[in-house]
């Protein structure tokens, strides 16, 4: 079946500008979870949505990010005034539902690069 | 806080070999632990799953191995090919309500012909 699929797969913005990166998860995956990977610092969690409940944000860089949810489904990323170090690697992975033995599955990626 | 370390960084070896990949994690407070593969440019590829409760499993010429109290886990690829070249990841899943991943920066491997 259909994995997770992420869009744009690439994405240049000059810094200062906002962008957006979606990403659909797997149907009827009710677990959603960002990452990034950026060169020096690995893959880092960015934010976890569970069905209707208060997405956890904590591994947010900054309140320049924030991401939605809608519909229980496809998941958006913002990032407002981009600077250059958020040049990285945007991950994003869902899983059946929320439970430790879970597995999380991951889309390919969007490539953000800020010039 | 969990810290997830992976040793070597980088290997190279011949084809055929048999290898091991090592995997170390600070807090032994975990639900799992997650092999990936990763292809230069591509996403996550999820390899071996193993559960606290397990002390390996297997897939393939793949085997990974867990060790909870010394915290550790190895991934061993038997007769290595030159398709197994990319940098392989190990994840522990964090014993908190997101259950976020938790990952090391990754051993990139390069099987030589």
């Known amino acids: 079946g259909a994995g997770v699929s992420q869009s744009p797969s690439n994405k240049v913005t000059e810094k200062g500008k906002d962008v957006e990166l979606r990403c659909d998860p797997i149907?009827?995956?009710?677990?959603l979870y960002w990452y990034r990977q950026s060169l020096g610092q690995g893959l880092e969690f960015l934010i976890y949505?569970?069905?209707?409940?208060?997405?956890?944000k904590s591994g947010l860089p900054s309140d320049r990010f924030s991401a939605e949810r809608t519909g229980g489904s496809v998941s958006t990323l913002t990032i407002q005034r981009t600077q250059q170090e958020d040049s990285a690697v945007y991950l994003c992975?869902?899983?059946?539902?929320?439970?430790?033995?879970?597995?999380?599955?991951f889309g390919p990626g969007t490539r953000l690069t800020v010039t | 806080k969990q810290e997830v370390t992976q040793i070597p960084a980088a290997l190279s070896v011949p084809e055929g070999e048999n290898l091991v990949l090592n995997c170390s994690f600070t807090?032994?407070?975990?639900?799992?632990l997650q092999w990936f593969r990763q292809d230069p440019g591509k996403g996550l590829t999820s390899l071996l799953l193993?559960?606290?409760?397990?002390r390996e499993q297997t897939s393939g010429r793949l085997n990974a191995s867990l060790d909870k109290s010394s915290g550790r886990s190895t991934l061993y690829i038997a007769a290595s090919q030159p398709g197994d070249s990319a940098t392989y990841l190990c994840?522990?899943?964090?014993?908190?309500?997101?259950?976020?991943?938790?990952f090391g920066s990754g051993t990139r491997l390069l099987v030589r012909p």
């Open positions: 949505f569970q069905g209707n409940s208060a997405p956890d």
């Open positions: 807090d032994s407070a975990i639900y799992n």
């Open positions: 193993i559960q606290s409760s397990q």
């Open positions: 149907s009827g995956h009710t677990a």
């Open positions: 994840a522990a899943k964090a014993m908190d309500s997101s259950y976020k991943l938790i």
């Open positions: 992975a869902s899983s059946s539902k929320q439970g430790p033995q879970r597995e999380q599955y």
